[in-house]
């Protein structure tokens, strides 16, 4: 069996090495039958807004282990998942408040991590 990472927030398994997305049967074991590659529109569309930051870095590293990120769609579905670690990054390390955060812009949110992390990350 290959090695399957929970995706708790959307109830799914993914295998990294090939990103492909099982839905979790009750037994906890991955429905062989419906499964659908991790960046087909329908995916994307129903599980972005559900998936928890860690989720969502399990994701964009399965995109980039097996380097399909070759359309604009998923270009854009990785930079959101960055900027989500960062926003993250922010609140957990820094003590930003989540609503300051959500009301940033994106340019604005890469100046404030920048100016936060900028020694640690360098």
């Known amino acids: ?10 109830g799914s398994l993914l295998n990294l090495e090939n990103g492909i ?5 009750q037994n ?4 062989m039958s419906m499964a659908v ?3 087909e529109v329908e995916i994307l ?12 870095l399990h994701i964009a590293k399965s995109i980039s282990l097996t380097k399909k990120y070759d359309t604009q769609r998923e270009k854009v579905f990785l930079f959101e998942i960055e900027l989500s670690r960062k926003e993250h990054r922010l609140w957990n390390e820094r003590g930003y408040d ?5 009301n940033l812009t994106q340019y604005e949110m890469i100046a404030l991590y920048d100016t936060e992390f900028y020694i640690e990350d360098n």
């Open 98 to 102: 989540i609503p300051y955060l959500e």
């Open 28 to 31: 906890g074991k991955p429905d």
């Open 21 to 25: 997305i099982y839905p979790k049967l």
């Open 37 to 39: 590659y991790l960046i």
């Open 1 to 10: 069996m290959v090695n399957l990472i929970e995706l708790k927030s959307v």
């Open 45 to 56: 569309d129903e599980y972005y807004k559900k998936l928890s930051v860690i989720d969502a």
